[in-house]
Structures are given as C-alpha cells and as structure tokens.
C-alpha cells in the first residue's frame, strides 16, 4: 500500500488543492484511495458531529464512506491543548495508527494532509514530520511562491524533517506568471543543487481563487440589503476600505473582482467603492447604511451584505474564503486537476509515492 503526507510551508499554501487534485487524478487512473487529515484544526460542526472542514471537503469529492473518526482522528480541541500543556499521557501516536490502518485498509493509496505549516502540532508530538514517522510515510511540501522569502520557508521547512530520506521533494505553487521564469530558470536549479527535488512548478490561477458572492454571504451569514440579482458574480480579492476617501477610489480601481470591507458607518467609503465598480461591498458591525448608499448599490448593480461581526473578525472569515479553493463547483477541481497533470512530474510523484 503507498501513501504520502502533504505538507505545506504556511497556511493557505494550496495544500488541499494539491492534495484533492492528486487523489482524483490517481482515482481517475484506478487506484482506489484512502484519506486522512490525521490533525484536524479547521473544526466544523457536521450534523452535531465535530469534525475538519479539509476532511469534509476530501469526504465528499472523493465519496469516502470511512468513519469520520477515522479519517480525522485527533482534533485540536481547547481540551487538548490543556492536557498538552498539562503534560497528559494522550498516546495520540496509537490513535493515529490505529485510524491509519483502517483508513488504508483495501486501499491502493492513502494521501495524509498536514495541518498547515510543516511544524504545526508540534507542542502534542504531531508535526507533520512526527505523524509522516509514526505511520512510515514520505512527506511532499507545498510552497506557495510570492518572493525569494519562499526559499528561506523552504530550506528551514526541511530542517525540521529529522530524516532526509522522508523528504519526497516540494512543489511551488500560485507562482505569478512575470515571475514563472525566474523560478523555472534560476529558483529551482538553485533547490535542485542543495538536495532539494522541485516536482512542478503551478502557476497562480484565479478560477482556484474565486468563490462567488453568495458563498460569501453563507459563510459570514450576512444579510443582503442590495443586489441581490447578482450573488453568482464571482470575487478574487479582498480590500479593506479604512483609508481616506480621496485615496479610496484609486485604490479599488487597482484591483478588479474585488470584495470592499469596511464599516456600515463609513457612507464615503460605501460610496467610492460603488463608483468604482467594486464587485460586493461587505459592511460590519451590523450597522445599516444609508438610503442613498443602498439606491447607488442598486442602480449599479452591486450587492451589499451586512454582517453582525466587527472589521477583524469578518477579515479573518474573508482570508479563510477568498483564495482557497474550496469544491463545491466542478470547475475548480478540474482546473485544479489540468494545474497538475501540465506542470507536475506525475510519474516521478507516483514513484515516490510508491505507486
């Protein structure tokens, strides 16, 4: 049975999109394969059920009838970061095990996903690196590229791997096409000449990073107030409107299919995002704007939500939504997927896998 854990070098690096899109193109080939996200630190409530909101996503693509308590077997509960510091006896690596062997049980090969930066889980003895020991597995790392600072990530990522033999090799990813030559022509023979295997090299795709207007009003439970016609529109960046207002409009205008933040107080700030054509405009604090605000959104065609929570709070949501490639429409996955078969070494991945 092959296996491998996918790792990444930070959060939100494209771990999960790699790590569904190499699970389909492997069930795609015949292989049957199992899932574990043996961590799980994005806890969702799924039908009373405490679980993983990666795991769910790998659950349903990939139509696994395991035990939720399987695939996801220790969570990072308030619970158990007391009994970490506390210095209870857990014996988390058993669980682990234990889930492992059911999970790869009749499977062809098990991909395992990391928390989200290499080291995280370090504090109860499961980095990415302690889990990849206890079931016996090779690690492949994720590194989302957007400066020379991605190779100083890398290089330390793999210090913290104690075996080098566990290293499978790192796939850059979200590279910024002014950028790909750079990194094919000069970053990667420079890994390639420290030991370090480069398995592909993505370029940065928006259809990944997209989610429509209504994704996001589900997720921050917002309220509609205006154009509500238009909540299929699709959205790839956030801004948040703090500035001053002279300042504002330019600054939207820089960023096309964006989502403006700020709050439902700042009328100036509302009104110069709906001139400039911003996509959606997300106002907090529960706070209702103007009559003339709502008019302005509508005859352009905008939507504006509300939402209860405060400015931070409700940016935090945005960066988990905005960028990650969450499959709930099958355009993501394929693309995710023709991604990976263009600029990933399939066939050297499969060997190292062990397929």
Do not use: W
């Amino acid at each position: 049975m092959a296996s491998i854990l996918i790792s990444s070098s930070e959060k939100y690096s494209g771990k999960s999109s790699l790590c569904i899109g190499i699970g389909t193109i492997l069930k795609d080939k015949g292989y049957s394969i199992g899932y574990m996200k043996p961590v799980g630190n994005m806890l969702v409530d799924v039908n009373g059920v405490l679980s993983d909101e990666d795991a769910e996503q790998a659950r349903k693509v990939f139509d696994l009838k395991d035990d939720i308590k399987n695939i996801t077997p220790i969570l990072l509960t308030d619970n158990l970061v007391e009994d970490a510091l506390a210095g209870v006896e857990k014996h988390l690596d058993k669980t682990i095990l234990d889930a492992y062997g059911e999970i790869s049980r009749d499977k062809d090969v098990v991909l395992l996903e990391g928390t989200g930066g290499i080291g995280g889980g370090a504090i109860y003895g499961l980095s990415d690196p302690q889990v990849a020991s206890i079931v016996g597995t090779k690690i492949l790392l994720v590194a989302r590229y957007e400066s020379i600072h991605a190779v100083d990530r890398i290089l330390s990522d793999i210090e913290l791997i104690h075996d080098p033999d566990m290293f499978a090799g790192v796939i850059l990813n979200e590279v910024d096409e002014g950028q790909l030559e750079y990194v094919c022509e000069l970053l990667v023979p420079f890994l390639e000449n420290k030991g370090v295997k480069v398995l592909g090299v993505l370029p940065k795709d928006t259809t990944l990073r997209s989610v429509p207007i209504s994704e996001i009003v589900e997720d921050l439970h917002a309220e509609v107030l205006a154009g509500s016609e238009n909540l299929d529109v699709l959205v790839d960046h956030y801004l948040v409107g703090a500035m001053e207002v002279n300042s504002a409009i330019k600054y939207f205008r820089r960023t096309p299919n964006s989502v403006v933040i700020t709050g439902g107080d700042r009328s100036d700030i509302q009104m110069a995002a709906i001139e400039a054509r911003v996509k959606c405009l997300v106002l907090t604090g529960n706070l209702q704007p103007s009559a003339a605000v709502l008019g302005s959104a509508d005859e352009a065609q905008i939507p504006v939500i509300l939402v209860r929570g405060d400015t931070m709070s409700t940016i935090e949501r945005m960066e988990r939504l905005i960028g990650r490639a969450r499959f709930r429409r099958e355009h993501k996955l394929g693309r995710i997927v023709e991604l990976i078969n263009d600029n990933v070494d399939l066939k050297e991945l499969m060997s190292l896998i062990g397929l």
